[in-house]
């Protein structure tokens, strides 16, 4: 939630400060500014609404700083507008900070601060920062940089929460202080100038070097150096990691929105995945993971816990690793699990899946299974992500930067990872070996079948467009196809503000069903060979009561009366869940771009929740 960016260097500051915001935009997206250092001090512009809306605010084009810091907003404390847009800057208008990230105590701290003669311009948590910094620096007896720096420190120790800061200042014009404590920051950087952004995609295009920064660890940057600091302010070194991907892997590319692009992007996305991890010599052998057959042999339960689609991976894996592992099974959702004292042990092996790596629940959940003496692997999709600091193995999917809110190339490639974990801890613990050699042989065929599944987009769109205007839209199936179905109905609603539900087919008769009447749209999923003849039963039901349906499936359905049949490839229940949703994720696409809905950054949502 929330995009920071920053830049200190040689050019103008403010194109590639909203060239970064632009990009950050999915994070937040409801205000946006920058703040440059300019010959006469701190030039502080903001606006609430879009990035683009910022370019219109009188006096940006009149910005000529090299150093400068940008913010786009989601807002949590305080609605959409000027004054609650960051930057802030403390009463003086020495200091000028962006921040991402929440302060739980900021009303103890704004009182305070009040009564030593401290006013606030805005509702925000975060304005209480660059005033505490101001009050330190004031208090300071120390010089140069040190005095910057400590009163930077001394604030954030008095701050709980999350936070991700840039600091500029007016009597440091050629400085700036950057921090992370539980929200992402990465430096970008090269012989004279640094870029910082809480994601590398965004600053991609002008580095592949990165520093990532520890929790409570400082970075000051100056054009042609950093240093960085601990928490007691001691010198610390780092190392500068290369990143692969292309910058033109965060670009449309051609394609009309990220999400769409995302979505063809899928059999590459699976393909190194597949390509990173699985067969060696024969072996799944999993980069980052080494659990012996002893240990393995100790653990009585496995928990998935994840958020959101990430979420609904853990729960189309969850057959495959009950059966093939011979381990029960359970997903949690992660701000469920951390709030009711799981029974977990050392006996209990915990996989935390999160595609940015970012999200508090899922990052709290983790801490929560380790303090219980659970062995913890995190599945990302963003190297050096927070989770991976927290977890005892941090495993990745190789799907490229995810950009549109909607999950789609991370959740295949998480089921992608899941199945191979799967398949690794029947092979460490050296049982059903046979099955293994199946699925495995089925997993290299994936991509292809995906490249099959994306040739339906014609048919599947034409279906969207005709029911495109409707209120709400229902989603069946059982087994696997009921949590393919709730994957397809997060989708569905989060981008086209359709009301959806999905459920089990089998609960219909329970409830449900009093919701069906004549005209209303109902999607089955059916892919798990022994359901398909309930669930085609229970789609019979719904169409005695008027509904108009479509069917995705991999089973031939016979002379069955369904208004539109999507056939995808045949493949085994364990891993149909990567076919069945292509066309899902297509569906909801084509409905909300025939909405004329913004697909890549829908309301009220963000890219990655970094707040519980
Ligand atoms: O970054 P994460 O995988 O932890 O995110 C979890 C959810 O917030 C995310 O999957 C969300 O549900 C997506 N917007 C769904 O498309």
Redesign the pocket.
């Known amino acids: 939630m929330c995009g920071i960016v920053g830049y200190i260097g040689t050019q103008k500051a403010e194109p590639i400060l909203i060239n970064g915001l632009l990009r950050l935009e999915y994070r937040g997206y409801d205000s946006a500014g920058i703040a440059t250092i300019e010959n006469n001090g701190i030039k502080n512009i903001k606006n609430k609404g879009r990035v683009n809306d910022l370019l219109s605010v009188k006096g940006i084009e009149n910005l000529k700083g090299t150093i400068g810091i940008g913010h786009t907003r989601w807002a949590t404390h305080g609605k959409p507008s000027s004054e609650n847009s960051h930057p802030h800057l403390d009463n003086s208008n020495t200091f000028a900070v962006v921040h991402n990230g929440i302060i739980e105590n900021y009303a103890e701290l704004r009182k305070d601060l009040e009564s030593k003669g401290y006013h606030f311009l805005s509702e925000t948590d975060t304005e209480v920062i660059p005033n505490l910094i101001h009050y330190f620096y004031n208090k300071s007896n120390l010089q140069g940089e040190l005095k910057f720096l400590s009163a930077v420190n001394e604030t954030c120790k008095m701050l709980k929460g999350s936070f991700a800061l840039e600091i500029i200042s007016s009597d440091y014009p050629d400085s700036m202080i950057v921090v992370r404590k539980d929200s992402p920051l990465v430096i970008g950087t090269s012989p004279t100038e640094h870029y910082i952004s809480s994601d590398i995609p965004a600053i991609l295009s002008f580095t592949k070097d990165f520093y990532l920064l520890n929790d409570l660890e400082f970075a000051y940057l100056s054009r042609n150096s950093i240093k960085f600091y601990d928490s007691a302010l001691q010198e610390i070194s780092k190392t500068a990691t290369s990143i692969e991907w292309s910058a033109a892997a965060a670009e449309k590319d051609g394609f009309e929105d990220f999400m769409l692009k995302e979505i063809y992007e899928q059999p590459k996305s699976i393909r190194e995945t597949i390509g990173s991890h699985i067969i060696k010599d024969g072996k799944c052998i999993i980069d980052g993971l080494d659990l012996s057959k002893e240990y393995l042999q100790t653990i009585n339960k496995i928990f998935i816990v994840?958020?959101?689609?990430?979420m609904h991976a853990g729960l189309a894996c969850k057959t495959v690793l009950e059966q093939i592992c011979e381990i029960s099974t359970e997903v949690d959702i992660a701000s469920e699990f951390r709030y009711r004292n799981p029974l977990i042990n050392k006996n209990t092996l915990c996989i935390f899946?999160?595609?940015?790596g970012?999200?508090a629940d899922?990052i709290a959940a983790l801490k929560l299974a380790r303090e219980k003496g659970a062995k913890t692997i995190a599945i990302s999709n963003v190297i050096g992500s927070s989770i991976s600091r927290e977890a005892d193995y941090t495993i990745y999917t190789h799907a490229g930067p995810e950009i549109a809110?909607?999950?789609t190339k991370?959740y295949t490639a998480q089921i992608m990872l899941l199945d191979i974990l799967a398949l690794y801890l029947a092979e460490t613990l050296e049982i059903n070996l046979d099955k293994v050699e199946i699925i495995k042989k089925e997993l290299l065929e994936i991509p292809s079948k995906v490249e099959e599944c994306l040739a339906l987009a014609p048919e599947v769109k034409e279906f969207a467009n005709k029911v495109y205007k409707e209120k709400d839209i229902f989603f069946l199936g059982r087994g696997l196809d009921y949590s393919s179905s709730l994957e397809a109905s997060?989708?569905l609603k989060?981008i086209s503000y359709i009301h959806s539900d999905a459920y089990a087919a089998g609960e219909l008769k329970h409830g449900p069903i009093a919701l069906i009447e004549n005209g209303i749209t109902v999607i089955g999923i059916l892919t798990v060979p022994h359901l398909v003849e309930k669930t085609v039963s229970n789609l019979q039901e719904v169409i005695t009561r008027g509904a108009k349906t479509l069917i995705v499936t991999n089973q031939d359905l016979g002379d069955k009366k369904f208004d539109k049949v999507i056939r995808i490839p045949e493949a085994s229940e364990y891993v149909s869940p990567i076919l069945s949703i292509i066309p899902m994720q297509l569906f909801a696409y084509y409905i909300s771009k025939e909405k004329g809905l913004d697909v890549d950054k829908p309301r009220n949502?963000a890219k990655?929740?970094t707040v519980e």
């Not at 994840?306 to 990430?310: L, Q």
């Open positions: 994840a958020c959101g689609t990430a899946i999160s595609q940015s970012e999200t899922t809110v909607a999950s991370a997060l989708k989060e949502l990655s929740v």
